[in-house]
């Protein structure tokens, strides 16, 4: 539907409930295909949205009413069209628990007010999960009425396909992962599972109007276990929250939960660390198919966050007996390097990021989201591959770097290149850009490309200090 037919459909459904609308303005997307406005009028502000899935939709108009009826603080549902794609509830305002985040983060740490909110929604979580699924027919959720092992192994098969895969440079079995990733699911799916589970719950979900927390985007809840939404919430990964503060939550919200539920039963802590790594895997996999995949750069800026979590996770919390998913988060967090991450954002105004890489596996997926930069050929320059003694060697060793000097065409492709990168350098740092990505292609990514991308790493290092460089030779499997 067209935005302007969008705004007549909501201006009608105002209309209709008794507002005078005086102005409709679009709220910034969020990561689904909704769209949501604020409805202006003299006596309050509403929220509209629009949603073509209609199956979604109903389950949210379900649910609801279902919390309503509970006391549980979510919007009002004002009103819906007739085709059931449109639909008015309550405005609790543009402040989210996220930003209330974002400003601790800036002053350095999470302050009492804020710990004090974490707490406040930890005990409503309590209620979701307990009262909140009294009653509840699960038949009207969606896309699914349960958390169940076939539901666990899609969100590792998401990580797989979507996260794992577009990196070619990790290596694994894939049928000693595929095995594993069910043992896994098997493990998960035996964790007590007769509570909602509210599926997506972390701190952007949350709005806070005068100092109380309200609920939004349960619509993909369904029943499932406890542990689960827990997580989500503690382990959003750009909350950077400290280990110590997240258990200190884990214990209040244990402490809350036990004064309706006998906790030896539940069996909580045996199954709690296993969602951590299910709900960063999964979180891996969305980040790589709206980054990687649809190219969305705020994505792929979320992406350092997420492995610098599962990393020190996995320090802690090793995989034993899981020994090939061990293998391929081993890989996994080794791909940090290659992302330019706003962690480290305040060293420099420019990161530049230099490949090497073999034409025949593919070009380098840029992990910037600015949609690649340059790629140079080096097929048309001498091949050390072609030399006996070079075929084990590498652009790296001593012995290929001296056979390239020795040509000519060597030092006058250098020289062009200098002459390119330094004046998009030079630009870049003027204008302040963040990132700028330059590859080296070569028939098998072992010997030219991996000379020149060396070259050239080592002479912007050398000539523009207060420049990131990061280094990947993707065949090689190094990164610097």
């Not at 305002?93 to 406040?120: C, E, N, P, W």
């Not at 809350?256 to 969602?275: G, I, N």
């Not at 002459?419 to 963040?434: A, K, M, P």
Request: proline share 5%; net charge negative; charged share 20%.
């Amino acid at each position: 539907m067209l935005d302007i037919d969008i705004q007549n459909t909501l201006f009608q459904l105002s209309s209709s409930i008794g507002h005078d609308v005086s102005d409709i303005k679009p709220i910034a997307e969020s990561g689904s295909t909704r769209r949501y406005y604020r409805i202006i009028t003299p006596e309050k502000t509403l929220i509209g949205t629009y949603n073509a899935n209609i199956e979604e939709n109903e389950a949210f108009f379900y649910l609801t009413s279902h919390f309503g009826q509970m006391g549980l603080p979510v919007p009002k549902l004002l009103a819906i069209n007739a085709g059931r794609d449109c639909y008015l509830q309550s405005d609790h305002g543009d402040l989210t628990l996220f930003h209330r985040v974002q400003q601790t983060l800036s002053v350095g740490h999470y302050d009492d007010a804020t710990i004090a909110l974490f707490k406040q929604v930890l005990e409503q979580l309590v209620r979701f999960q307990t009262e909140g699924h009294h009653g509840l027919d699960y038949n009207k959720v969606y896309p699914v009425p349960c958390f169940d092992t076939a539901a666990i192994m899609d969100d590792l098969d998401y990580f797989k396909y979507y996260f794992v895969k577009p990196h070619a440079e990790i290596v694994f079995n894939e049928q000693r992962f595929k095995t594993e990733c069910n043992r896994l699911a098997a493990f998960i799916g035996q964790a007590p599972n007769g509570f909602f589970m509210y599926r997506d719950f972390q701190s952007r979900n949350i709005m806070i109007d005068h100092d109380k927390p309200y609920f939004i985007d349960y619509q993909g809840g369904r029943k499932g276990p406890l542990q689960y939404d827990v997580v989500s919430l503690l382990y959003q990964v750009k909350a950077q929250m400290p280990q110590s503060l997240r258990d200190e939550l884990v214990e209040h919200y244990k402490k809350t939960l036990s004064q309706r539920l006998d906790l030896r039963e539940l069996d909580f802590d045996r199954y709690y660390p296993y969602f951590v790594y299910l709900r960063l895997l999964q979180v891996l996999g969305a980040y790589g198919f709206r980054g990687l995949i649809q190219k969305k750069s705020h994505f792929i800026e979320s992406i350092p966050y997420a492995l610098k979590e599962l990393k020190a996770w996995n320090e802690t919390h090793p995989l034993d007996g899981y020994p090939e998913l061990q293998h391929v988060i081993h890989q996994v967090v080794t791909q940090l390097n290659q992302y330019f991450s706003p962690l480290n954002s305040h060293l420099s105004p420019l990161t530049v990021t230099v490949n090497s890489f073999s034409f025949k596996k593919g070009y380098p997926n840029d992990f910037s989201g600015n949609g690649g930069g340059f790629v140079f050929d080096c097929r048309a320059l001498p091949n050390p591959g072609r030399e006996p003694q070079f075929k084990t060697k590498t652009g790296r060793d001593w012995e290929v770097a001296e056979y390239l000097n020795e040509k000519p065409q060597t030092h006058q492709f250098l020289e062009h290149v200098k002459g390119i990168v330094g004046q998009s350098i030079d630009n870049y740092l003027e204008r302040h850009f963040s990132n700028l990505m330059v590859s080296f292609g070569c028939t098998g990514g072992q010997h030219r490309s991996v000379f020149f991308a060396q070259s050239i790493a080592d002479w912007i290092r050398a000539s523009y200090p207060n420049v990131i460089v990061k280094l990947n030779h993707i065949e090689q499997k190094i990164h610097e």
